[in-house]
């Protein structure tokens, strides 16, 4: 019955909003402030969603942020600095503890897939044209870093030309990200993918269901999946 319960719950989001806002004392707090400065930005955030000490601060034009369905923001901060970019997050996503979404420059993007959840994460695209996608599915624990670039330049010293130009991260559906991990430009990974905690990961790997760990990462155990319940050997 219970199971049933929370099956209709879910099937309608201004309820499920309330009983969360009811659990959390929150009907009379500010869900989040806005500063924001510019031309023809715009927020697109549908009305399910829960937000508690949240901030969208945009300096620039034409920059929007769309966020469907979703379940909890908690202290989260929206930064964007700079002209057309783009930050997009799917149904059903919560960040339960923190997190900052940092943008930079221009043309970039920020995207979430649905059923994705984090406890305190740093996303920072900066550079034109650069994006980190997130699949859905993901699990990210607290302290985790993933960049698209490095902020400021690294050059050669013979010729003076630059070396360290932003590039994409994409982290597949169903991706498990343990605490204290960075994730650097250029990185890719697969289906099934887990980090383990305190991860330094500059590279891709090419193969799906990998558990990858250590600084500099490498591959510790191939042929896997994870599942967010805990499951003991006398339940399977």
Known sequence: MKSKILELIKSFPLLAKFLRMLRRNTFLKVQYKRFITGKGNKLRIDESALFLKCKFDI??????IIIEES???NNVTFNIRGNNNMIWISKKVAFNKGGLLYIEDENCEIKIGERTT?????????????KITIGEDCMFAYDIDLRTGDSHSILDSTTMKRTNYARNVEIDDHV????????????????????????????SFEKEGVL?????VKVLKEGITWDRKRIYENSV
Do not use: Q
């Open 59 to 64: 300096i620039g034009n034409n920059n929007e």
């Open 118 to 130: 984090f406890e305190d994460v740093h996303l920072a695209v900066t550079e034109p044209k650069s």
């Open 212 to 216: 990858i760990g250590g600084t500099p």
């Open 71 to 73: 379940m909890l923001f």
């Open 176 to 203: 498990w990200v343990a605490s204290h991990v960075s994730i650097l430009k250029g990185v890719k990974l697969l289906k099934n993918t887990v980090v383990a905690i305190r991860s330094v990961v500059t590279k």
